[in-house]
C-alpha cells in the first residue's frame, strides 16, 4: 500500500516556476515507477512525465519537454516536478501516481497503468 500527497501548487504568472513535491508513505515506494498527471477543466487527465525505480531514466510528455523535470528521492520518499516556464495552458489540477509494473514508455503514459494516486495539487498560470 502506498499512500500519496502532493504540495506546491499555487498561482503563479506565465514564465514563472514551481515546484511540486509528492511525498509517499510505504516502505516499498524505491521500487515503483512514479508519474505525474495533470487535469485542466473540461479535459482528460493526461501524462506529464515519469520516472524509473532508480531514478535515472524519465520520460516527458511533449509539451513539457525541456521545461519540465521529474526527480526524486528515495531517502525522503519524495518525489519532485520542477516546472519552469510556465504557461497559461499548464494551469491543472497535478497527480503524482505510482505504478508497480514494468516500465515501458507506452504503458507509463497511461492512466489506468497506476495503482495509487494522490489527491492532486493546483496550479495556476496566469498571462
Known amino acids: 500500500q502506498v499512500h500519496l500527497v502532493e504540495s506546491g501548487g499555487g498561482l503563479v504568472q506565465a514564465g514563472g516556476s514551481l515546484r511540486l513535491s509528492c511525498a509517499a508513505s510505504?516502505?516499498?515506494?524505491?521500487?515503483?515507477?512514479m508519474g505525474w498527471f495533470r487535469q485542466a477543466p473540461g479535459k482528460e487527465r493526461e501524462f506529464v512525465a515519469a520516472?524509473?525505480?532508480?531514478?535515472?531514466?524519465?520520460y516527458y510528455a511533449d509539451s513539457v519537454k525541456g521545461r519540465f523535470t521529474i526527480s526524486r528521492d528515495v531517502a525522503k520518499n519524495t518525489v519532485y516536478l520542477q516546472m519552469n516556464s510556465l504557461k497559461p495552458e499548464d494551469t491543472a489540477v497535478y497527480y503524482c501516481?505510482?505504478?508497480?509494473?514494468?516500465?515501458?514508455?507506452?504503458?507509463?503514459?497511461?492512466?489506468?497503468?497506476?495503482?495509487?494516486w494522490g489527491q492532486g495539487t493546483q496550479v495556476t498560470v496566469s498571462s
Open positions: 501516481a505510482a505504478r508497480s509494473g514494468a516500465w515501458n514508455t507506452i504503458v507509463v503514459v497511461r492512466t489506468t497503468e497506476y495503482d495509487y
Open positions: 510505504g516502505r516499498t515506494f524505491s521500487s515503483y515507477i
Open positions: 520516472i524509473k525505480s532508480s531514478g535515472i531514466i524519465t
